[in-house]
């Protein structure tokens, strides 16, 4: 699905309006087929006017001509044999986009739908987002057009020993530091690291997060990025003096975010009701059963219907998508775009309070504008779903100190953390006149963090 940019900017005063414009037509006549890049640099552009407005320096320095080309992108050739001895090509991926505030981080995603314009939008968020957490890790995406669904084990390690072949040569705990995203889990990284682990002939654990905790990973960092978004849910719901507990969460995708956001929900008081794969999706109004979920999704890697087949009272509803059902809180987790104008009227319709996005990108534009007309609390996808990276610097942190914190440690840090994200995000809001207004107050709060350092750090 694609998304359609309005021509005007909505929240710039007259003085910063021009070189914000100027800007976006060069981005556009420079990647005109890139979509989902140019939404995302729209996304951010258009919601700082009111931080350029105070520090001119910003537009002087040339910050926005230079955050919208990245520090360097690698495109390379991913040959690989199947099981049947048949030669596969893929196309493998690492945008490098900022490094001004740390070593570039951010996921590999391995899906047939990634392209150069989704690899760039990622990366684009991940420096915003990255900022936000307050830990210094810059931004970066990777990934390739390969589909680890239907492959066996074997075949997934030989294509992910291929894609190392090229990539490590990019890669270390000083240089970037790639994660997983969707497709690539704790058997991706696994090959992935071993195979860095080889031909670079160092156990670098630094060099790769979301590893396995007898390895070098992190506790809390599978469950991260799930926990955090509701745990952000709860903070903006906090402001209003309300909580989670006896709410009905509205949950897509049925992946690692999905899964911990409901696991999560659940422990906070909340009944969620949804999960949702390509296929379609699944209500059980008595709250989804993480176990079976997981049981379907990541050990059987089979499709969420047969969810429904084994639950009583749950159903399942084949091409369509769960925005329908009344919920209180959504949190979609699935995918870009993937809740669009008429979703987002569906669920004000059914009186939504709050909405968090726990993947990256998921609310078009029209969506988001349909929420903030409603005054629907709603938090973007760089605020909502920092957790996941957040953790991951602190697994950074621990392979660097030689250290393993315990699960309960993890956890209340990554509160903590998701506490700062959304009052740095809320407070930015507030002081750039947009109060209430996450959107404008996650980009202003992490725009500020990286356009600082690089006019601290000349012209690179
Ligand atoms: N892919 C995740 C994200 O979108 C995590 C990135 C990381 O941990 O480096 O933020």
């Not at 399942?316 to 979609?332: G, H, I």
């Not at 903030?372 to 950074?396: C, H, I, Q, Y």
Request: charge should be negative.
């Amino acid at each position: 699905m694609s998304a359609s940019f309005s021509t005007t900017l909505p929240v710039a005063p007259e003085a910063t309006r021009e070189p914000i414009q100027a800007v976006l037509d060069t981005v556009h006549a420079r990647n005109p087929h890139e979509p989902e890049f140019l939404q995302a640099v729209h996304e951010v552009l258009e919601s700082i006017a009111p931080v350029l407005e105070q520090h001119p320096q910003f537009v002087e320095g040339g910050i926005l001509e230079r955050l919208v080309e990245p520090e360097r992108q690698i495109l390379f050739r991913v040959p690989w044999v199947d099981d049947e001895g048949r030669l596969r090509v893929n196309r493998g991926f690492r945008v490098q986009f900022s490094s001004v505030l740390g070593p570039y981080k951010g996921g590999l995603r391995f899906h047939p739908s990634v392209n150069l314009s989704i690899i760039k939008f990622l990366g684009f968020e991940q420096i915003f987002k990255n900022a936000l957490t307050g830990q210094g890790i810059g931004g970066a995406k990777g990934g390739s057009d390969f589909d680890p669904h239907g492959r066996s084990d074997a075949e997934v390690m030989r294509f992910c020993q291929s894609f190392m072949n090229e990539l490590y040569r990019h890669l270390g705990e000083h240089t970037d530091v790639p994660a997983g995203d969707i497709g690539v889990g704790a058997r991706e990284i696994g090959y992935l690291f071993g195979q860095y682990r080889k031909v670079t002939n160092r156990h670098e654990s630094g060099m790769f997060t979301g590893k396995g905790v007898q390895w070098g990973g992190a506790e809390v960092r599978t469950e991260a990025t799930g926990y955090g978004a509701v745990f952000f849910v709860e903070e903006m719901l906090g402001r209003h003096g309300d909580s989670l507990a006896g709410k009905r969460v509205g949950v897509s995708g049925s992946g690692n975010v999905a899964i911990y956001a409901i696991a999560k929900a659940h422990q906070l008081g909340a009944t969620p009701v949804t999960a949702s794969d390509s296929s379609g999706y699944i209500v059980d109004d008595a709250g989804i059963d993480v176990g079976l979920l997981r049981q379907v999704k990541e050990v059987e890697r089979g499709r969420i219907s047969e969810y429904a087949v084994r639950r009583s009272g749950a159903r399942f509803v084949e091409a369509a998508r769960p925005w329908e059902v009344p919920v209180d809180v959504a949190v979609p987790s699935a995918t870009q775009n993937e809740l669009d104008e008429a979703d987002a009227d569906a669920l004000i319709g059914n009186g939504v309070r709050a909405v968090a996005e726990g993947a990256n990108m998921p609310s078009t534009p029209e969506a988001i504008e349909a929420f903030r007309r409603a005054g629907v609390l709603f938090g973007p996808g760089k605020a909502a779903n920092a957790g996941g990276v957040a953790t991951s610097a602190l697994e950074m942190s621990q392979n660097a100190a030689r250290q393993r914190w315990s699960f309960d440690d993890s956890e209340a840090k990554l509160r903590s953390i998701m506490k700062d994200v959304h009052d740095a995000a809320f407070d930015a809001a507030e002081r750039y006149g947009h109060p209430g207004d996450y959107v404008v107050g996650a980009n202003s709060a992490g725009f500020e963090r990286v356009a600082h350092a690089m006019l601290a750090q000349g012209v690179i």
